[in-house]
């Protein structure tokens, strides 16, 4: 049976032939479907226990999805540059997925002038006059609202932090929105030294950029090195074109099948063009080997014997290697992650369908153009040249010092072993960049003149009428954003007792001493007033039932994020009133992300198991031998875990959510 399907391209040419162009035509149409997805959203898994509270919260305080405007210039107190500035803002506001834009026309001023407390916007419009203009300078950087939250230190720099409602699903958002913000941002180029976008949007398309590149760039790097090994150890240079074919057939079918089924190009999935001229060109390289031997032993060349040949030889295993490999990688469709669930779907159907490529191919390309001479030795003759003395080396190894390299192997195995258990997940982007890279220089411009572009929610929760009106539960939102403060790891955090503090203290004759919660009762309510509920709307509830810190930082790795939040979580679980609770939300740690690392590791290996198991059951059942499966799974799946982790710790890389999901695809 396993003969007649493989041999299927040689006995019907002419329906082999139909099928590969009918096979062709209908990827192409999935192929102009095909769309593109590097956004956060694809690491989120919608089934986590922290999705919930993190969509309740950006339902109830706003999206946390900000792009940052940033604008550096020494003249930028200047009445032209204020204008184009404030005409930049009246613009962004137009945005149909604009939720929010916060400038320094937007921000409330609140300052003790000669005993009397002017509380109104920092400016509405952009002043005329040089000595408004100082005034306006001088209480933006006095404001600890404004300052490392709108303003540089210095007054040098701005920011304005435009918060979008992201469409959920929508792979063309970010583009979109990158290119429209871009479009507003060029022609301010030459009436600033620094105009540039940060957040999300840019960086997705960051990514997706630099994707394109490396699929465009690797894609015939490998195809080159492959066929430049074909050529190297099987001798002939129309052989390498075999493999070649295939794969552009697997790769064209496999892209074609994503867009029909609406599996966009992510991270993960754009390496599959390089998965299948690697791992599925392992078929066609031993099919083309059996073949060259077979020719190798007649004395005069016959395609047809060769091909039966092959087929007797590699049958088997063909079939075999193809299923381990297809459902290894269908074993990542367990994860919840959407990223790593698409890839599962993406490259298991590319590993099948090179099976098909390899069947309806490779016997009809050989029976009707294959090789008539072959430079190998017979199969059962010692090899001679490079592959030859590789082989004579190894031998030689092997039996003068077995012993010597089992020892070795174990001691390696178990070190390495050991260290694969102080792997570090992360789900850090900017990591996907070189330092020199622009996106990260913005970045940390960005973070050493304002504040970081991270940001995340700290929520609390009082279990009483208008809590955050009363002293007690604001001084306990005022002591937690202290405790924030001391751990240093944070730019800015601002919530409704800075609001609060800022007011008492000019009410006081601005005494850095008073700037705290008050009181009474009395004094929060009257405080209050002075505020539009537009402007503490991100802060706390209508129900002054819940408050909000927006946390600003530059901690772009979630696993030194997650060391801090540790350390916080701690002490809020210590020292708040039993009535209090808190949560922590955001897109970049391990109870609202993928990167849990107790349950994220349990379900990788998890995985690996269900792979080695299905591999132990089908060897047992074609061989009907136990100790097969003992060979064929434990030292290469064993070693491929311990090494591959193990290596991964020894270098400074971290591992990414997605490289969990590479191990299962190797062959055997």
Same mark, same amino acid.
């Given at each position: ?43 989120? %898994? ?10 309740? #919260? ?9 792009? $940052?405007? *940033? ?14 500035? =404030? ?19 937007? $921000? ?14 920092? +400016? ?49 958002? &970010? /583009?979109?929105?990158? &290119?429209? @913000?871009?479009?507003? /941002? ?6 600033? =030294? ?16 630099? +994707? ?39 790769? @064209? ?33 031993? +099919?083309?080997?059996?073949? @060259? ?24 295993? /063909? ?15 367990? %994860? %919840? ?7 599962? *779907? ?49 031998? !030689? ?104 503090? /800022?007011? &008492?203290? =000019? ?5 850095? =001493? ?40 530059? @901690? ?24 209090? !609770? ?50 064929? #799974? ?25 490289? !969990? ?8």
């Amino acid at each position: 049976m396993i003969q007649n399907i493989i041999t299927f391209g040689y006995r019907n040419k002419t329906l082999s032939v139909i099928l590969l162009v009918i096979f062709c035509f209908a990827a192409v149409g999935g192929l102009l479907k095909i769309q593109i997805d590097t956004s956060y959203e694809s690491l989120i %898994s919608q089934e986590d226990e922290g999705w919930p509270d993190y969509k309740e #919260t950006v339902e109830e305080f706003g999206s946390d999805n900000t792009t $940052i405007i *940033y604008v550096r210039d020494k003249g930028l107190w200047s009445p032209e540059r204020l204008r184009l500035l =404030e005409d930049l803002v009246i613009k962004i506001e137009e945005f149909e997925v604009v939720e929010k834009v916060d400038s320094l026309f937007s $921000i409330t001023n609140i300052r003790d002038k000669e005993g009397i407390l002017e509380s109104g916007p920092l +400016m509405d419009i952009a002043p005329e006059y040089p000595e408004e203009i100082d005034v306006i300078k001088k209480d933006a950087i006095y404001s600890p609202l404004v300052r490392r939250n709108l303003l540089a230190a210095d007054g040098t720099s701005t920011a304005i932090n435009v918060t979008v409602l992201q469409k959920l699903n929508d792979p063309k958002f &970010n /583009l979109e929105f990158y &290119n429209k @913000l871009q479009a507003l /941002l060029d022609p301010l180029k030459k009436d600033f =030294e620094e105009v540039f976008q940060i957040g999300p949007p840019r960086l997705n398309v960051a990514i997706e950029k630099g +994707m394109f590149a490396d699929m465009t760039f690797l894609t015939p790097i490998n195809l080159a090195v492959l066929m430049g090994a074909i050529v190297l150890f099987l001798r002939t240079f129309w052989a390498a074109a075999i493999p070649a074919v295939t794969s552009g057939l697997s790769i @064209l079918w496999t892209f074609g099948f994503m867009g029909y089924v609406g599996i966009p190009v992510t991270l993960l999935t754009a390496i599959v063009p390089s998965l299948v001229i690697v791992i599925g060109s392992t078929e066609d390289t031993h +099919m083309l080997s059996s073949y @060259l031997h077979s020719i190798a032993e007649q004395k005069t060349p016959d395609r047809k014997k060769a091909i039966m040949y092959m087929v007797r030889h590699v049958g088997l295993p /063909l079939f075999i290697t193809s299923a381990t490999t297809t459902f290894g990688f269908y074993t990542n469709s367990m %994860s %919840s992650i959407p990223l790593i669930r698409d890839f599962a *779907y993406a490259s298991s159907f590319a590993m099948f369908i090179n099976l098909v490529a390899t069947i309806l191919s490779v016997p009809l390309l050989l029976s009707m153009a294959g090789p008539q001479t072959s430079h190998l030795k017979p199969e059962n003759e010692i090899p001679t040249g490079l592959m030859g003395s590789i082989v004579e080396t190894l031998e !030689s190894i092997g039996n003068k010092y077995g012993k010597w390299v089992i020892i070795i192997t174990i001691g390696l195995a178990a070190f390495l072993g050991y260290q694969s258990t102080n792997v570090r997940v992360s789900n850090d982007p900017l990591s996907y960049f070189k330092s020199n890279n622009q996106l990260v220089i913005d970045s940390d411009t960005l973070a050493d003149n304002i504040s970081g572009m991270q940001i995340f929610y700290l929520t609390l929760e009082a279990d009483a009428p208008d809590a955050f009106r009363i002293p007690k539960y604001l001084k306990e939102l005022e002591r937690v954003g202290q405790v924030m403060h001391s751990q240093n790891a944070y730019d800015k955090t601002i919530s409704l007792s800075d609001y609060i503090a /800022l007011v &008492n203290r =000019e009410m006081h004759e601005a005494n850095p =001493e008073n700037f705290k919660v008050p009181d009474t009762r009395n004094e929060i309510d009257e405080f209050l007033l002075l505020f539009q509920r537009s402007e503490l709307e991100r802060y706390v509830s209508p129900d002054y039932r819940k408050a909000n810190i927006v946390v600003r930082h530059r @901690l772009s790795d979630s696993e030194d994020l997650n060391r801090y939040l540790k350390e916080l979580r701690k002490e809020l679980t210590r020292t708040l009133p039993d009535e209090m !609770s808190f949560k922590i939300n955001g897109k970049k740690f391990d109870d609202q992300s993928c990167c849990r690392i107790s349950v994220f590791r349990a379900s990788r290996f998890s995985h690996h198991a269900n792979y080695c198991n299905f591999f132990n059951n089908e060897l047992f059942i074609h061989f009907t031998d136990g100790r097969a499966d003992i060979i064929g #799974t434990k030292p290469d799946s064993c070693g491929f875990l311990l090494w591959g982790y193990g290596f991964v710790w020894y270098t400074p890389q971290p591992r990414y959510c997605h490289r !969990s999901c590479y191990c299962r695809g190797h062959r055997h």
